[in-house]
């Protein structure tokens, strides 16, 4: 990806798609320096990592009305703590994507009169912030069991994890249901598909997010698969994945 202008960032909160009401969205990741300055020191201080820490903040245009629209989703999952997708440029499939299981920890709403009347948001960070890609794109209406598109991740290290975001977006039909989990196998057709991660299943807009063990994965190809049932259902959803 070369130098651009920001455009067409996305952001997926839990299970609201918050990109037609944000106009600035900043993600930070940083680690703590501990001082451990010896006489072998040299003269001169010597740090080591201490404990890490992500944040997502937020901001845009507020609305409310219905569970999709900012003001709705960040009340009720203010406290709570759930899945953040960030994009700096559009969620398609294989598109980069930054992801953190993070506390919504502030909202904020308001502003002065002739104001389009603004919001801001915080995510305080309960897991790393991981580096991934789109596996689902929020656009796509899916109203029967399929799977996504391969992705060649990579192997995943021993002590390293595949980390998994899903982002509920809508949900339609009588008794709808889906179940969502992420797949390896180590070549591109999926001859033998493995299920690293399932998700537990969703009736309603929401999110989750998953993690493995930390034990290895030599499979190097990933997707998103996924069971619907119900009558006349159909689901919107986003979900993103990553290694960390």
């Not at 944040?55 to 507020?62: K, L, M, R, S």
């Not at 119900?230 to 960390?244: H, L, N, Y």
């Amino acid at each position: 990806m070369s130098k651009f202008v920001l455009l067409n960032a996305r952001l997926f909160a839990v299970g609201a798609d918050l990109t037609g009401a944000s106009n600035k969205i900043e993600l930070t990741s940083e680690v703590e320096d501990k001082e451990s300055t010896n006489y072998y020191s040299a003269g001169y201080k010597e740090v080591i990592g201490g404990l890490g820490s992500a944040e997502a903040t937020a901001e845009g245009q507020w609305e409310a009305a219905d569970s999709s629209k900012v003001d709705d989703a960040m009340w009720a999952r203010l406290g709570g703590v759930g899945p953040w997708t960030a994009c700096p440029d559009n969620a398609a499939v294989g598109d980069l994507a930054y992801i953190t299981q993070c506390l919504t920890a502030s909202y904020a709403l308001g502003g002065s009169i002739g104001d389009v009347a603004p919001w801001s948001a915080k995510g305080a960070s309960s897991w790393p912030l991981v580096r991934g890609q789109i596996a689902h794109p929020a656009g796509t209406a899916r109203t029967s069991t399929g799977v996504g598109t391969a992705i060649q991740l990579g192997a995943v290290p021993a002590g390293k994890r595949l980390y998994a975001a899903l982002h509920v977006l809508s949900v339609a039909g009588t008794t709808p249901s889906i179940t969502a989990r992420i797949e390896s196998d180590n070549a591109v057709g999926f001859p033998s598909a493995t299920t690293q991660l399932t998700f537990t299943a969703a009736a309603a807009a929401g999110g989750e997010a998953l993690r493995t063990t930390g034990s290895a994965i030599t499979d190097d190809w990933f997707r998103v698969a996924w069971t619907i049932s119900g009558t006349t259902p159909s689901f919107m959803f986003a979900t993103s994945f990553g290694i960390r």
